[in-house]
């Protein structure tokens, strides 16, 4: 059996002898936690050289490579110059390769852990190929080296500040031992004496090795987020204790019994060839054993009650409802006259604060979150016919201003999502990240169909497959290419409309690989196949001009209008009373709702974009969820997992007028029958 001998020369206490499994293998792993005593590691280097496989040490100062020199603490070297047939390995090889791709993958999907952050890196030196990373992912650097290691009242700011330190210092790096004494404290009142830790205190993010932050004083960790190299049992025990938000961690468990660091896991990976490793090796484990950077969210798990926040932002969806501003009610029998007139000059205003939407409860965790609700006073047309720049900057400032109330992440609502970019440009922006909503929207309009359809029962369902035809118009955005994708797999045939015949055509061809037994045929308008329709699903920014003829549609046909303004104007639903007319996109959300703000609906009804971005700060998963005009199948089906879990789900239907009763659809059933059976 191969046998694994830890040296941890900075822990305490931590000492174990224990068969693991590795690689499908067994193998007998023993940890000598000595406490800095030189002499001890020494002899047990003599010891178990030529009689273990591999020798791993840890908690011993890393070499240090700056553009000019590579420097090594004397007994480090020392300690790695005792082994004449054992292989020695410290887990810097494996860090090298491995967490700068780790850690850039995990900004990629979470970026608001770094964006706009204050980074504070207990020392920057030991952790190089992290600051690299952070200054690159515009996290704002305070490294406290000059503390760290000389007790200068100082920071860092930068790469090239610290490079230029180490060079000067460099000389005095190894006149100190080693030792639990010689390391700096920390301590919260230390600031007092050295200014340089009153700005580091400050940061949002700190950046250390397990072996340092078990040792320091950590009263300053309480609500930040901790970035460690590793993170054991014990550890994550302590940081929970001392109140610290979050941890991100760059070693995943990847031993089933315990968590290993990185000079263990590298040692296990050695054990299995004779020849050292090198950098391709490392790529080889971190694929086969699919290693990822682990997100540890410790308030919960402290029992915290504290309040999460979102922000969203709506706006007017006609020039008719700025005369809902008080100042503007008693010029409302003008709006004909006045409406072009006020909705050009509320165009240059800025965004602003509107209002709170507080009391909602996750049912599954009891997790509170409140909404900040901002508005910006411009209409669709005006939206979108200034220039995407303008609205961006309008749009990130709400941002900034939501990030100083705390918020944690922020949604876009309406046709705030569908300038320019559709959210991308505001989201590099944007210190907090930023969410359209759209794939919540996407996934409330399939609930409703799916519900309005088997409320009208006139259609039939084989092997879960819906015998009959259904229509997406406006099928190559957003929503609607994700909806036609579901669509797809659940009936017989679907119709795609849109004005690029180009677009369409790639589209079908995405769908024919998820759905390839479903027929597809698409068109560039929609009245030619309004007839032979069971369900039409429009989602269009039409901003309210006709999309189909309502006199061609099928008796007894769904039209799921996602669109706002309304695809389908009230004029003509009231037109077919044998066609159910449904507004998709309202959800209900869990928990005693109280608001300040109208936004159109009642009680705990909110647009599905709003209820995603609550959501996702309900189950913590603060980030860029969807954005742009292209939305990820799997995403929808992730929100939706979501959505169950918390108890957002579908509110009561609803049309132009409120809410549609039972009554209702048995009466458009009827109506629907009737029609079809006097046309034969």
């Not at 090795?209 to 078990?214: R, S």
């Not at 974009?609 to 199948?633: H, P, Q, V, W």
């Amino acid at each position: 059996m191969k046998h694994v001998v830890s040296i941890a020369f900075a822990q305490n206490n931590k000492n174990f002898d224990e068969i693991i499994e590795f690689n499908g293998e067994s193998l007998r792993l023993t940890q000598y936690a000595i406490g800095f005593d030189m002499d001890l590691a020494e002899s047990l280097i003599k010891k178990f050289d030529g009689i273990c496989d591999v020798i791993c040490l840890s908690g011993v100062p890393p070499k240090i490579k700056t553009k000019k020199k590579v420097l090594e603490h004397p007994q480090t070297q020392k300690l790695k110059g005792l082994p004449r047939q054992t292989v020695m390995v410290d887990g810097q090889l494996l860090k090298d390769v491995y967490i700068p791709w780790a850690f850039r993958q995990f900004y990629l999907t979470h970026k608001n852990t770094l964006k706009g952050k204050r980074v504070g890196m207990y020392t920057g030196s030991l952790q190089k190929n992290l600051v690299d990373i952070i200054e690159e992912l515009d996290g704002k650097l305070c490294l406290a080296d000059p503390y760290s290691f000389l007790r200068l009242p100082y920071n860092l700011n930068s790469n090239k500040q610290l490079e230029k330190f180490l060079n000067t210092v460099s000389p005095f790096i190894g006149l100190k031992k080693v030792s639990q004494s010689s390391l700096a404290t920390f301590k919260i009142e230390d600031a007092k004496v050295h200014k340089g830790l009153k700005k580091f205190f400050k940061s949002d993010v700190f950046v250390g090795n397990e072996g340092t932050v078990q040792i320091i004083d950590r009263e300053h960790l309480k609500g930040k987020t901790v970035v460690l190299d590793f993170m054991g049992s014990l550890m994550k025990k302590k940081l929970i204790k001392d109140g610290a938000k979050d941890v991100i961690s760059c070693m995943p468990k990847v031993v089933k019994s315990r968590y290993v660091n990185f000079s263990v896991l590298e040692a296990l990976m050695q054990a299995f060839q004779n020849e050292p490793l090198t950098a391709d090796d490392i790529l080889h484990w971190v694929d086969v054993l699919n290693m990822k950077v682990e997100h540890h969210k410790l308030i919960d798990e402290n029992g915290s009650d504290e309040v999460s926040k979102f922000a969203f932002i709506i706006h007017p969806l006609s020039k008719d409802q700025l005369f809902k501003h008080p100042l503007l009610k008693k010029t409302k029998r003008f709006k004909k006259h006045l409406g072009p007139i006020f909705e050009k000059v509320f165009s240059l205003t800025p965004g602003f604060f509107y209002g709170n939407i507080s009391g909602i409860k996750s049912e599954k965790t009891g997790k509170e979150v409140q909404g900040l609700i901002y508005t910006v006073t411009d209409t669709p047309k005006m939206l979108l016919e200034q220039n995407p720049e303008t609205v961006y900057k309008k749009l990130v400032n709400i941002c900034k201003d939501a990030s100083s109330h705390n918020a944690g992440i922020i949604g876009l609502g309406a046709f705030t999502k569908i300038v320019g970019d559709a959210g991308i440009s505001v989201d590099q922006r944007s210190p907090i990240p930023v969410t359209t909503g759209n794939a919540l929207s996407a996934c409330s309009t399939i609930w409703a169909a799916k519900f309005a359809i088997e409320k009208l029962g006139l259609v039939k369902t084989v092997d879960g497959i819906t015998q009959s035809k259904v229509m997406i118009v406006g099928a190559t955005g957003a929503i609607g290419s994700v909806s036609a994708k579901i669509l797809a797999t659940t009936w017989k045939e679907i119709i795609l409309v849109a004005p690029r015949p180009y677009k369409l055509l790639e589209l079908k061809d995405t769908i024919k690989e998820i759905a390839p037994n479903c027929k597809i045929t698409v068109a560039t308008h929609a009245d030619l196949h309004s007839a032979d329709c069971d369900l039409i699903v429009t989602t269009t920014s039409a901003q309210g001009k006709k999309i189909l003829d309502i006199d061609l549609v099928k008796p007894g046909c769904v039209i799921c209008d996602v669109s706002r303004p309304f695809d389908i104007s009230q004029e003509d639903a009231v037109k077919r009373p044998d066609v159910m007319v449904i507004a998709s996109g309202e959800v209900q959300l869990p928990g005693e709702i109280k608001s300040n703000v109208d936004i159109g609906l009642e009680g705990n009804i909110v647009y599905a974009c709003l209820a995603e971005t609550a959501l996702l700060a309900m189950d913590g998963k603060l980030e860029s969820f969807t954005l742009g005009r292209n939305i990820s199948y799997e995403k929808v089906l992730e929100i939706d997992r979501m959505a169950k879990v918390h108890g957002v789900r579908l509110s009561a239907i609803m049309g132009h007028n409120g809410f549609i009763t039972d009554e209702e659809f048995a009466l458009c059933r009827g109506h629907a029958l009737k029609k079809r059976n006097s046309n034969g």
